[in-house]
């Protein structure tokens, strides 16, 4: 019965609808405008979920204690977070790779594709670091932000015209770049 309720809540584009909107609109444009100048505190904390999810998976199916598990996850959390930093390029692979498999899989719905595309744009990420690190989350950042007017409007990510989706990501993206390129000159 509850789970019906909740289900309407998002079918209706209730306020779960518009909180994870306006939450996607702004953590997409914080990412699309000045994602190379966050670009490491990101890398920390998703290499500090990763590691917690996974940690308290195997800990828990291994050990069975809850509370030891998420001991164990935050610990695995914490040094997976420390070596994202520590060797950048992984880092940078990574995250890079995450947009973009994003990016595929919001316009092309190909889990295949989209894996091909991470692999491929997170090994450029590697030696071309600091531009792919821009395009990617310039345009990572565009894509959510994007699904989030969609969230607003239409009441789901995937909602609304196709084409009018690509035109705000395409824009989102090309004027994230250009501030990102100019802000970020000095920046090594």
Known sequence: ???????????????????????AMALGLLESFLGYRIFKVQVAIIAFLAGLTIGMNAFDAAFGIFWLSIVLGVVLGVLLAWLSVKIYKVGVFLLVGAFAYLVAIAFVQNFWFGLIAGIVVGL??????????????AFGGASMAGGGLAMLIWGSAQGGPGWLQWVIVAVLGVLGAVVQFRTTREIK
């Open 124 to 137: 450029l990420g590697v030696f071309l670091t600091k531009p792919v690190i821009i395009l990617s989350t």
């Open 1 to 23: 019965m509850l789970g019906g309720f909740v289900d309407s809540l998002y079918a209706d584009g209730g306020i779960p609808a518009i909180v994870a909107g306006i939450l």
